[in-house]
């Protein structure tokens, strides 16, 4: 069965400092695999996804994440984080339509 | 706007006492799903619809049901709430065959059980 692994449950840092929070899954064939946001009291939100082509993904508000197949990985950075982007941010891969998520980062940026 | 819609946003129950969540969605979405996520915690996947057919997650309670009357509405059944069940249980919707299977997410339903 595959599963996504994030390893940093607590994310700390000041605005302006870079941000790179990482993702590993567990499948090895095909992928598609996302990044959600949820902003404090707000739902579930798209900041990215990937499923072919280019390996480096754009999303909203100056996100980016790229798939490494060799690594299994797919991290999500940001080059200067503001305030605003304090929130839990979930790394989710497709398994047949059932999204599997990862247990989450908690991000807090001090201004 | 296009959009999943979750009633009520917040909901009070008693222990054992029976309550339901409703989910809308005017995305024409043929696929719904219903998750559980407790605090600090990823969502956790009850049960999905393709249409009409239903299917269950193995690890959901007996004690959680869903209804699917018609492509735009989903509900969950809590038949007797127990504080365990206190969470936020969130509805999401995609469209099966639609590339990358992305899934779009109402507000959610906070459920607290007294």
């Known amino acids: 069965a595959q599963s996504v692994s994030q390893h940093n449950h607590h994310v700390i840092l000041s605005e302006a400092a870079s941000l790179e929070l990482g993702c590993n899954y567990s499948y090895g064939g095909t992928v598609n695999l996302f990044w959600y946001v949820q902003y404090p009291g707000q739902h579930l939100q798209l900041l990215l996804k990937?499923?072919?082509?280019?390996?480096l993904v754009k999303g909203i508000k100056g996100f980016e994440a790229e798939f490494i197949k060799s690594k299994f990985s797919f991290n999500l950075r940001k080059p200067s984080v503001q305030w605003s982007d304090t929130a839990e941010y979930f790394c989710a891969v497709i398994n047949t339509d059932k999204l599997i998520f990862g247990t989450g980062t908690r991000l807090q940026v001090f201004p | 706007d296009a959009m999943v819609i979750q009633n009520p946003r917040y909901q009070v129950t008693q222990f054992g006492k029976p309550v339901t969540l409703s989910c809308s969605q005017t995305?024409?979405?043929?696929?719904m799903y219903w998750y559980q996520q407790k605090s600090s915690q990823a969502p956790k996947l009850l049960f999905h619809y393709y249409d009409k057919d239903f299917n269950n997650e193995a690890d959901t309670p007996d004690n959680f049901q869903s209804r699917r009357p018609n492509t735009s509405f989903c509900f969950l059944d809590i038949r007797s709430p127990g504080l365990g069940d206190a969470a936020m249980y969130l509805c999401?919707?995609?469209?099966?065959?639609?590339?990358?299977?992305?899934?779009?997410f109402g507000p959610g339903t906070r459920l607290t059980v007294l």
């Open positions: 999401a919707t995609s469209r099966e065959g639609l590339a990358g299977g992305e899934q779009f």
């Open positions: 990937y499923f072919s082509g280019d390996p």
């Open positions: 995305l024409n979405h043929n696929v």
